[in-house]
């Protein structure tokens, strides 16, 4: 348990659908990223927040679509997805950005677009 | 561009000492990260290293060469828990984490 919680677990979900994704962190810190893990790649780093401020977007499709309400919750909206968005996606923490401080990982939401 | 290069798999005997190799190319260095992911779950911080040297962690070493850009991860006393996938990261100059793709290690009995 590493104090970051995802909802769901997994999830399958059609092209035409819309979902969000839910992250939680219960440590207190300042900065919260969603990463995309596809097997056998490095994990890609979608979005950063920074107290509630969104300071990073690499470039990511717009039918992926973030929002952090405040500094424990991070949100992943999702519509019209492809089946190459199939992957983990991942949350993370961090005490501040840009620093030595380690990230802290949730377990991943595990998504199929069928 | 940038690049993290790490071997994709590695086979150890339960027992034994493990070296796990990356090699990095950045835009500038601000320190190296390594993750351990068992299959199915989040990444865990292992290490960070800045300067050069080795950094000790009980059974688990990290080891840094800026010059060289290079790093490795020693596991020492292996055991079955250690099978996961080992991460390595380098934050560049821009303070953006850079990631390898994992190295995925196998312990045998």
């Known amino acids: 348990e590493t104090g970051v919680t995802q909802t769901p677990r997994h999830l399958v979900m059609g092209m035409t659908n819309k979902k969000s994704l839910k992250c939680e962190q219960h440590?207190?810190?300042?900065?919260m990223y969603w990463y995309k893990q596809s097997a056998k790649k490095p994990l890609e780093l979608m979005f950063v927040y920074s107290l509630e401020e969104r300071v990073e977007n690499n470039s990511v499709p717009s039918r992926f679509s973030p929002e952090c309400p405040n500094s424990s919750h991070l949100f992943l909206h999702l519509h019209t997805l492809q089946p190459e968005d199939s992957a983990l996606y991942l949350c993370?923490?961090?005490?501040?950005?840009?620093?030595?401080?380690?990230?802290?990982f949730g377990p991943g939401t595990r998504l199929t677009v069928t | 561009g940038q690049n993290i290069d790490q071997p994709t798999e590695m086979t150890a005997t339960e027992g034994a000492i493990v070296q796990i190799n990356c090699t990095y190319q950045t835009s500038g260095f601000n320190g190296l990260f390594w993750y351990q992911q068992h299959a199915g779950e989040a990444p865990t911080f292992l290490s960070y290293n800045v300067l050069d040297g080795l950094e000790e962690k009980g059974r688990f070493s990290s080891f840094l060469s800026r010059s060289k850009g290079y790093s490795y991860l020693l596991l020492k006393e292996l055991q079955m828990k250690d099978s996961a996938s080992y991460l390595c990261a380098v934050r560049d100059s821009n303070y953006q984490l850079i990631w390898g793709a994992g190295t995925k290690l196998i312990i045998k009995p």
């Open positions: 993370a923490s961090s005490q501040v950005l840009d620093s030595s401080y380690e990230q802290y």
């Open positions: 440590l207190g810190h300042n900065a």
